[in-house]
C-alpha cells in the first residue's frame, strides 16, 4: 500500500517509529497527485515546496505530526488561493490569513496540503457545480462523487491523501463520504470553529474530516474541536479525547430506526443494506427500536428557505470591491456590483441568491423566512425527544448510490430532494458520521449515524463497530 | 403562503445581480417549481411555536475590552482589484 493510501493513524505508527519519514508521505502524495489527478480531479491547487518544507521541520511528538491533509477550497490556507470553485475567486484571491482550523491542524504537527474542488461556494451535492473543473468519483468513474466536499471525498477515497477536510452545510461532508466510500463526519454545530471557512449559511456550517477510518476521524476531531473567541457560536464545552473508548462496542446502546426515513423514495437495495448494518449491530449487544421523527417531511422546504436566505446574505461581500473578480471599466458603482457578480457567479449559486433573496424581501419574510424558523423550532424537537429514547439514529445518507453525471442537470429541485436524509442534522445542530458499508454493484454506499448535540463519542463509538464488522 | 410567483428581474435587481434573458426565463421556472414545494410548509401547525435562528439557543458573547492585533492593511489590500494610497478604490459614488 503506497503512504498516500494509508489511514493516519498508520502512519503515525510508522513515522514514530522512524520506518518513515514525514517527507516520504508528502513526496508519495505528490506523486501520487501528478500521475493519477489528471484522471479524477480532486485537487484545484497544491503547493508542494512549501509542503515539502514544513516535512522538513516535522514535530513527531505532536498527535498529528507530519502528516498531510487535503484542505477544501473554501476554508482559508494563508498564502494560498480559495477559490471556493468559482470563477469569482479564480485568480483573484490569495488567503491572507489561516482558518482557525488550519491554525489548530498546524498545531497538532499536520501539514494542510492542496485546496480541493467542491460545488461552487458549497452549493450543490455532486461537484458538477464546480465553476473550474469536474471531479470523477474514484469508484465508478462517469458517476459524480458527491459533494459538496466531493474533491476531499474523492482524494481520499483515490488514494492521493491520507485524509482531507470538508464543510457541511447540508450533507456536504457525509454525501460524499457515502458516494466514495470513505468516513465522513460532521460535528455538532458549533464543536469546529468556523473562523476562516469562507460562509454559507452560518447557522448549519460546520468543518469536519474526510478519513479512511473512524480512528481517523477521532484523530482530526481532537485536533480540529474546540472554542474559538473569533467564533462566537463556538463552544465551550470541554473537548475529551475522541479516539478514547472507541472499541468500546454497543453493547447497551440503544438505537433508533426513524420510519420516516424508510418510506417511499428510498432505493431497496440501499434500504437492505441499512436493515442489515443494524442488525450486526443487535447482534453485538445493541438494542434496535423504531422511532419517529415527524417533521422529516418538512426539512427540504425549511432548509431551502433558511440555506439561501443566509446565502444571499453572506454572498453579498462578493461584490468586487476588496477582493475576487471586478468587472472591467464599470460606469459607475451599481455596474460594478452587478456585472462583476454576473461574471462572477454560476447558475447555482445565482439561482439560491435569487431565491434567497426572495424569501427574505419585503412582504414574503413572515411567509416564508419566519415560517420556516418556526418549523426548524419543530424539526429540532423531534430530534430533542427521540435523543430521550435512543442513544444514536441510523438512517442512509441518499436515497440512491451515486448517480451518472448529469443526470439531474436542469432540475435543481430533484437535487434538492435528495438531501432529505443529511439537511435535518445541520438544522437541528446534531453531529452525523457517514462510514461505509458494502457497495452495491460496486458503488460504494454509506451508513449514517447521528448522535445528540456534542455526541460525537457515542457515534464514532458505533460507527467503529460498523467498521468492525 | 404568499403568492408563489417570483418576479425574477425584480429579485435580481436586489441581490445586486444581472442576468441574461435566458437566466430570467430558465430561473423563473425553477423557482416555481422549487416555491411549489416549498409551499408545503403552509401545512404545519405553527402556533404558539419561537422560530429557531439557530441549531441552539446562543446568547451573546463579549470579550474583555483589550485591543487585539487584527489583520494588517497590507493583509487587507493584498487581493483588492483596485486600491490607491492604501485604500480601495472604486468608481466616484456622489457626485460633487
Known sequence: MSLAASSLSSLRRQLTSGEISSRDIVEDVIAQISSRDGDVGAFLSHHSEDALAAAEKADLSLPLGGLPIGIKDNINVAGQPCTCASKFLKDAYTSPYDATAITKLRAAGAIPFGKTNLDEFAMGSSTENSGLQTTQNPSAPGHIPGGSSGGSAAAVAANLIPASLGSDTGGSIRQPASHCGVVGLKPSYGRVSRYGLVAFGSSLDQIGPLTHTVEDSALLLNALAGIDPRDSTSLEDPVPDYTEGLDAGVSGMKLGLPKEYFADGLCPKIRERIESAAKKLESQGAEIVEISLPHTEYAVATYYIIAPAEASSNLSRFDGVRYGNRTDHPADMLSLYKDSREAGFGSEVKRRIILGTYVLSSGYYDAFYLRAQKVRTLIRRDFQEAFEKVDAILTPVAPETAPKMGAASGDPLKHYLADIYTISANLAGNCGISVPLEPIDSLPIGLQILGPHLGEKTILRCARAVESV | ?96
Not at chain 2, 8 to 29: C, H, K, P, Q, W
Open chain 2, 1 to 96: 403562503m404568499a403568492d408563489s410567483h417570483i418576479d425574477v428581474r425584480y429579485v435580481a435587481n436586489l441581490a445586486r445581480i444581472n442576468l441574461s434573458e435566458e437566466e430570467v426565463t430558465r430561473f423563473g421556472g425553477q423557482l416555481e417549481g422549487i416555491m411549489a414545494h416549498i409551499e408545503k410548509l403552509s401545512e404545519v401547525d405553527i402556533e404558539g411555536i419561537e422560530p429557531s435562528a439557530h441549531a441552539h439557543d446562543l446568547s451573546n458573547k463579549v470579550r474583555e475590552d483589550i485591543p487585539v492585533q487584527s489583520l494588517p492593511t497590507e493583509g487587507f489590500l493584498q487581493n483588492a482589484p483596485d486600491q490607491a494610497d492604501n485604500q480601495l478604490r472604486v468608481p466616484k459614488v456622489v457626485d460633487a
